[in-house]
């Protein structure tokens, strides 16, 4: 009997057990049956998507593709075996915190040898720790050595302005050896002041050229044009002005072939001819890069041959080109007369723009015919080793190349150095580093007839969008190195974040099989990419802005109070596709989409279809379509599209092919 009991027990157990477990095996069999209904892909498509679930409406983001958590397997396991996993999060999370301000120190008058005192004695007096001010001192007739707007002690926002600490007592030929306190700020600093400086001070400035048989030579920024390419320079010049037009930064293009610069070089020509140039005024276009000394001395030589001594020379463009950059590297090169870097300083560099507020100047050497067969022989020389260093660079395997062997580079020489006499060699003798302070005077016979290199001020460009940036945010889109372009799939309907500057909404074609377009990011590698829907757009960005997904603009509430916002462009943007080279057959970027100063975006559209896009910016302005497209073969500089993932591997910016 207690035998059957146990049983009849034993089996109500597994009565009870099969149907508990009934159910789940059903939901689960079902499962089953549903995900062998999806194809492998698909399957590991949700499966990566589910990475991007607590970020609605988000599809891909740069910043967390490099994260841990959403990281993928092969990239976090290149990352631990390099060791750089704790290295990169590091700098995450420095960069998380955001840029701490300036701060200005308490002894900064320290560094001007005519100051005398103690700052602490008239701390109480001085505004913000920038000095006192007397509206009732005149001003000097001395420009800053620096910007070239006249010394004073007057106002503090008006342009030239030095304490009356260091102002009051001086002469004439100290003031000459000093530069203001803007220029002093940003050159030892890197802290830009606020002037008071209208766009019409600028205008009025330059307008001296209209009635002056003068060159001028038209400084364009590569990476940014045509916004620094100003509207009403050619109003300024006049129909009949002789130009040369100068592509500055160079060194960041990206080589798509062998031939890139010569394909640069007529992008360049043409979107010149556009801003309303004459084909025939324009003399001489060349590349350059100040940064690196490239192609500088190949401008020189040009400027020699074809402009000679005719008049004088103005270097020309809007703010933040390099026009302050050329001038330093001319001086001290065989376009200025020998001796002219010891008495005449250099101007102020800086990656603020603006830096340069009145006319900086140098005379131009004028060469005898054995002067210019002497720097014919001295380029002769020099072409020579570089045609050595270029057999030996043949001769490196390609895989072992570096971004510095590529970048294209020069130096910049003097032929003609000025050699001082040291009569006297006795212990109380003053060395040549210590040279008493000299100043070049226009008035003397050798100036009179002589014809000047002016540096004149840039003219703020209504499309450019850095006087809308930081110090710190400004430094944070300047790309340091060559540009490596970042791809990604563009499916339509969806939209391209560029940090906080900029997006760009793929709206869709008039294709009824395109079901995704190849487009290229040329910017900083420190503005991150975001993808999301494009209906959720700006839902997306008041979300994530000042967040590391978007970065910049970054700081506190009353920073983001400054920020306009982002509008579309007044008009929707309609780019065709096309072959740039039919006999090459080969499937490039048509035209580019530029996006102000944030950078531009490559489009690789299949031939004969139209697609439209929806770009915004700042205020809406800097959105141009230029055709054709700067970097066309974009689609060498990347590698093979991340499983799972928008996004293409990123590789070297430069190959070796036609």
Known sequence: MWILKKLIQLKLIKISVEKHLKQPVRLLC?????????????????????????YEHVLFSSYLEQQADHMSYALKRSFLIKGKLKRYHNQIKEMAKGWQPSIIPKNWMDDYEF???????????????????????????VPCNGCGAILHCQQHTKPGFLPLEIFGGRTEAQLKSVICQRCHFLKYYNIALDVEVTPQFYVDTIARIENEFALAVIIVDLLDFPCSIWPGMQRLLGHKRPVFIVGNKVDLLPRDCNSYLDHIKECLKEEVVKAGFDKLNIKHVSLISAKTGYGIEELITQLQKIWTYKGDVYLMGCTNVGKSSLFNILLNSDYSRPGNADII?????????????QMLKFPIYRPSDIRVYERYQRLRAARSIKGEEAKLFKGKSKKAVTLTDITPKGEVGSTFEHKFSNEFNDAFSMSLGVRPITTLDERSKIYKASKWLYDTPGVMHPDQITSLLTAEELSQIQPKRMITPRGVRLEPGMSLFVGGLARLDFLGSDAADLEWLQVFLYASSKLPILIGE???????????????????????ASRLSRWPGLKPSQQCLKVKGYILKPKFKELTCSSDITLSTAGWVGLRIPIDVECKFQAWTPQG??????????????????????????????????????
């Open 30 to 54: 079902a499962k089953a049956e549903e995900d062998q209904s999806l194809s492998f892909r698909t399957r590991n498509w949700l499966q990566t998507q589910e990475r991007y679930k607590d």
């Open 534 to 556: 494009t209906q959720h757009g700006q839902e997306l960005y008041n979300k994530y802005l000042n967040t590391p997904l978007l970065q910049l603009p970054f700081g506190d």
């Open 345 to 357: 300083p250099k101007a102020t560099t800086c990656p603020w723009p603006g830096t340069t507020l």
């Open 115 to 141: 100051y005398q005192g103690s700052q602490e004695d008239s701390a109480d007096k001085q505004d913000n720790n920038l000095g006192l001010a007397d509206i009732t001192m005149p001003s000097s007739n």
């Open 621 to 658: 302005n800097g959105v141009y379509v230029r055709t054709p497209s700067l970097i066309p073969r974009a689609h060498r500089l990347i590698g093979k599209r991340i499983r799972n993932s928008f996004a293409y591997n990123i590789a070297k910016p430069f190959v070796f092919q036609k």
